[in-house]
């Protein structure tokens, strides 16, 4: 009895994530085809039959109906139903992790329903900022399996809300500003010296742009944390085009859409520019690993072609949130590259140099390219 407000505040995320869920499948079923998500209210895309209200619950309306139209019988996608119960089980994660286990040693955060009632207004108001993030990744990863596409709008709200929030969540809060006066030491050491400089706090933005802050955007301030959104936001867009361009060079096809930099750039509006860019890497790896090698596979055992345009939106999503929450074991592992601008662009012409080659080394192998003469120069 004693944990009643814990069930029932994770009863409330949970169903608040399959609301939510419910409007992205709304969301998937339109944006594609630039029809209004608003107007008119949900209909049997075959009938054409509005769906009557008790039917149009998360979860309930679909198994009463069992994924049937009411009138005539037509069937609907159990996308309907996996993208709900996602949503709900994400939303219920993010609380769990965020607000009641303090994943990222939040100071004043974490729920103990002993001690309380209600968890801490910013726990609650920074896990609903993240749940808009984690539900626009979901959207977009969605869509883009389904239809190739990441329409602009997903990305693009989430730009707005990404940078409008970040003002208020100005590295290193909810740490105390004084947490970055600790990194440095006294004399203020450079921040790629790991060991004698200690640790960069991670805060709910993981980490400033560039350490120490500049002058003009102290930590804390809500100019640094505009700072830090507006580089991630360009960051994220940024490295998708550059390595798609290098790739490109070398694979001689397209290989990956500018959508995949619009969903990267979002996430650097919300996460800042480290976590991003290295989302890229680890979202390539989780393409292959989860999506590529299971649909391989599949087509092995069915005898069937492979479908080669793999969308890479739901790999890249993986990525983001994967970095995000593994943020406090990699963080201090990339630390002394990330603050060092010798090493970062030594890394940087390593790994281009390699996506050049690796791109080169893909065209060879590659089944012989389409009849059609490609363009060059686009
Ligand atoms: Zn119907």
């Known amino acids: 009895m004693d944990q009643l407000p814990l069930y029932v505040w994770s009863g409330a995320a949970l169903v608040l994530g399959l609301m939510v869920g419910s409007f992205l499948n709304v969301l998937v079923a339109r944006l594609p085809f630039e029809k209004s998500i608003i107007w008119p209210g949900s ?21 009463v109906l069992r994924g049937r139209c009411r009138f005539c019988g037509a069937t609907f996608s159990s996308r309907y139903l996996w993208v709900e119960v996602g949503t709900g089980l994400a939303f219920l994660a993010l609380f769990l992790a965020e607000v009641v286990f303090n994943w990222f040693n939040f100071p004043g955060f974490g729920f103990d329903p002993l001690r309380a009632t209600m968890p801490a207004w910013p726990a609650v108001a920074l896990f609903c900022y993240h749940a808009t993030l984690l539900s626009l990744l979901i959207a977009a990863a969605v869509v883009d399996a389904e239809h190739r596409v990441i329409p602009p709008l997903i990305p693009f709200t989430g730009l707005v809300v ?18 970055a006066a600790a990194v440095g030491g006294p004399k203020a050491m450079p921040w790629m010296l790991v060991l004698d400089a200690g640790p960069v706090p991670i805060g709910a933005q993981p980490w400033p742009a560039v350490g120490p802050p500049p002058a003009w955007a102290a930590a804390g301030s809500w100019k640094l944390g505009l700072l830090n959104s507006l580089v991630g936001a360009l960051a994220g867009s940024l490295v998708v085009r550059v390595v798609k361009r290098l790739f490109e060079t070398g694979f001689g096809r397209e290989a990956l859409g500018l959508g995949d930099a619009d969903l990267l750039m979002m996430a650097g509006a919300f996460l800042g ?14 393409a292959l690993l989860v999506f590529k090698l299971p649909t391989l596979l599949l087509a092995a055992v069915r005898g069937t072609g492979v479908d080669r345009e793999l ?22 592992r990339v630390q002394p590259v990330l603050f060092d601008l010798q090493s970062m662009l030594l890394i940087v012409g390593v790994i281009g140099v390699g996506m050049l080659a690796s791109g080169l080394l893909l065209r060879r192998k590659a089944e012989p390219a389409p009849p059609e003469p490609q363009p060059v120069g686009k």
């Open 43 to 63: 209909r049997c895309f075959s009938c054409y039959r509005p769906v009557r209200i008790f039917d149009n619950l998360p979860i309930i309306g679909y198994l």
């Open 162 to 179: 990404g940078v409008a929030g970040a003002a208020l969540i100005g590295w290193p809060w909810p740490h105390p500003a004084g947490a």
């Open 273 to 286: 520019w480290q976590p991003v860019v290295l989302s890229l890497f680890v979202g390539a790896f989780a």
């Open 311 to 332: 969308p890479f939106g739901p790999g890249l999503a993986v990525g983001v949130v994967v970095t995000w929450f593994g943020w406090p074991w990699l963080a201090p």
